[in-house]
């Protein structure tokens, strides 16, 4: 039974996912940068462990033919470099923002649906945990534990929680309210049991939603821990390509592409989240115009209507959408 | 527990409600001596429920109607007065005693688009009470159940609709999921709350006659909530009506209808549509809004909306009381033109 309504509801999904054209891009881009870091191997020219002797030539080549995007301080391949920095960055991304998810989103369910001491208590803490500046402590905690890449995405991921236990928090309480789950009392259920088939089900677009947006902060936060030599000296992220960049002269010999490949690979992956998340927000939170069940005084809106209408126009021809339905 | 254990005398009621009392605090800012304000929900509620009998509870909104059904199933706890069922008292109910309760006490809630979950299929949702109960473990036995409380509830051929998800249904299906939900535990009382008010007209007979049927073929004693006379002359057994919490007339349907002694039931049916446009009644048009449920009226709480009021009303709260003690049934209303014996309650 189960396996259809997902069917169904994917196949929904996708039908509004499609116009959405802000969402397509950032999904495309994430696509496309994930494909790079799984086949880093087949796809990197040079390996970035290989051992290599190098001249005082190869020392910030510019871009040739050996090596398309030059080389940096100690002679190895820039673009070899930026693709396998994109497994860590990503590994990090994905790995701290489910940790960070995960705390969020059973802090937030939590709160919201016991409320009473445990919401005061979890809520207080998370109010504690929001009003201490991030990027301090996070250095702190680094320094204080081994600056191990598994230590990092810890860090990372205890400390980006609070925004997605408040956000979780206020949809579970608009769910907690839905006559559904009155009835699901009514005939005996016990709380666990609402939770796991009420309340975690409604709750979970936003929770999807939440680790897309969360992904992008965690790259950004490890990229900034490794600039700062913070990261793990062993691995090679975009973060640690920019220290060394940065820290050994690459500024002053004019080297810019060793400074901006890897700037460019964080803003295409924090731009691909970005936008994915957003368009799934639009899509999935249903206080968002942009929700497929949506029928709400937003609708009022003449331009809008004058959208919806366009679009069902060109869904009903079948035609490829023109224009920016996925503005805003 | 496997089947309905307890084989009950003829005449003992199933459901026996004593001075049952809600209230709900309401929370304000305390200075030095302010009193805790109440509303006052349920205020004193007694009456009784037969094997295999449809009770309707009348009265209009905000009367304790829903409060009362709540408190019923053990979804709110009650301030005071307890509720028997076969006996069974139900404060003195641990969890898992309360669990049992509400194998055997179902209710249907009033908004059949709200109390399905938008993600569920029609089976899992009929399916539930099983799976919370641990009723039907394996597969084919629990689907078997939920095929059959599906077709009871009126929805042929079941497998159409196992799959389906909650907004392909119309509303009078819906309604019909709900019941099929609460049938599948076969319960031995069911509580209605106005299980017919969100639905067509067209609708609300099939839904009605099908609540009949199920009374008339498994036996479950119906509670019957709604603010509506009409839709209850032709199948409740007897009617209680309702105002601001307590109950001010109850007695046989017919014999309420026909011969209703409080003024507010004579209020209530006076205004029930006719088919007959030729028919002249006098319409008795009540004054006034329902008085705040916190700060209730002295005396009768009907008095200061009541057409037919004298010096004693404001002063005196009549109890509901026996009109002519020949009746097997009783016939009883508070109102001190009814009860003329009645004496102030201090």
């Not at chain 1, 691909?272 to 899509?283: D, F, K, V, W």
């Not at chain 2, 007897?238 to 349907?253: D, F, K, W």
Request: proline share 6%; aromatic share 6%.
């Amino acid at each position: 039974m189960a396996d259809q309504v997902g069917a169904t509801n994917l196949r929904s999904l996708w039908r509004v996912f499609r116009r959405n054209r802000m969402a397509l891009v950032g999904l495309f881009m994430l696509g496309a940068m994930i494909f790079t870091a799984v086949f880093a191997p087949q796809i990197a020219p040079h390996d970035p462990d290989e051992v290599i002797r190098i001249s005082i030539d190869d020392i910030y080549a510019k871009p040739g033919a050996n090596h398309l995007l030059g080389t940096d301080d100690a002679g190895r391949d820039v673009l070899s470099n930026f693709i396998y920095g994109a497994r860590v960055s990503l590994t990090v991304g994905f790995f701290a923002a489910a940790i960070s998810v995960f705390i969020g989103a059973t802090v937030g369910i939590f709160a919201g649906f016991y409320g009473g001491r445990v919401e005061n208590l979890l809520m207080r803490f998370t109010d504690i945990m929001l009003v201490i500046p991030d990027l301090p402590l996070a250095i702190v905690l680094v320094a204080l534990t081994k600056p191990r890449l598994s230590n990092i995405i810890i860090v990372i991921g205890i400390l980006g929680w609070t925004g997605t236990a408040r956000l979780i928090r206020s949809q579970t309480l608009a769910v907690k309210q839905r006559k559904f789950v009155l009835r699901a009392r009514a005939i005996g259920a016990g709380n666990w049991h609402i939770i796991r088939r009420h309340i975690f089900p409604l709750v979970l677009p936003l929770i999807v939603v939440n680790t897309v947006l969360a992904i992008s902060l965690a790259i950004l936060a490890e990229s900034t821990l490794s600039f700062i030599g913070l990261g793990d000296p062993t691995t090679l992220s975009w973060g640690q390509m920019l220290n060394y960049a940065f820290g050994r002269g690459a500024m002053s010999s004019g080297a810019l592409w060793a400074l901006i490949t890897p700037g460019l690979g964080i803003v295409w992956v924090v731009l691909a989240c970005t936008l994915l998340g957003q368009g799934l927000e639009q899509m999935l939170n249903p206080r968002t115009e942009w929700h497929h069940l949506s029928v709400g005084a937003e609708m009022v809106d003449r331009e809008q209507i004058a959208r919806h209408a366009a679009m069902r126009e060109e869904a009903s021809l079948g035609a490829a959408p023109t224009g920016s339905p996925a503005s805003g | 527990m496997s089947k309905a254990t307890m084989q009950p005398e003829p005449d003992s009621p199933i459901l026996e409600v004593t001075d049952l009392r809600k209230l709900f605090p309401v929370k304000k800012v305390r200075l030095f001596g302010a009193k805790d304000r109440f509303v006052h929900a349920v205020d004193g509620v007694s009456f009784q429920v037969g094997h295999g009998e449809v009770l309707a509870l009348v009265g209009e909104s905000g009367c304790g109607k829903s409060t009362l059904a709540l408190t019923l199933m053990g979804l709110e706890k009650p301030t005071s007065g307890d509720i028997l069922f076969e006996g069974d008292s139900l404060a003195s109910q641990n969890s898992r005693g309360l669990k049992t309760w509400r194998r055997h006490i179902q209710m249907v809630f009033q908004d059949p688009y709200e109390s399905l979950n938008p993600l569920m299929t029609i089976g899992d949702i009929v399916a539930e009470p099983l799976v919370v109960h641990g009723i039907a473990p394996n597969r084919e036995e629990r689907e078997a159940r939920v095929i059959r409380a599906l077709e009871d509830s009126g929805l042929k051929p079941a497998t159409e609709y196992l799959h389906r998800l909650p907004h392909e249904l119309s509303g009078g299906q819906r309604q019909r999921v709900v019941i099929a939900g609460a049938l599948v535990l076969e319960p031995t009382v069911l509580l209605a709350d106005e299980p017919v008010s969100m639905l067509d007209v067209s609708i609300r007979a099939e839904i009605l006659n099908l609540l009949a049927d199920l009374r008339q073929k498994r036996g479950i004693s119906i509670l019957f909530i709604t603010h509506d006379m009409g839709t209850i002359a032709h199948f409740a057994d007897r009617i209680a009506v309702m105002y601001l919490g307590r109950i001010v007339e109850i007695g046989q349907t017919l014999e309420v209808l026909s011969n209703p002694q409080h003024p507010y039931t004579k209020a209530l049916l006076s205004v029930v549509p006719v088919p007959n446009p030729r028919l002249r009644r006098e319409r008795i048009i009540l004054q006034g809004e329902t008085p705040n449920p916190i700060d209730l009226p002295s005396g009768c709480r009907f008095h200061p909306r009541c057409p037919v009021a004298f010096e004693q009303c404001p002063v005196v709260d009549p109890r509901l009381l026996s009109i002519g003690d020949q009746d097997e049934i009783p016939h009883a209303a508070a109102c001190l033109l009814v009860n003329a014996e009645s004496q102030p309650v201090p």
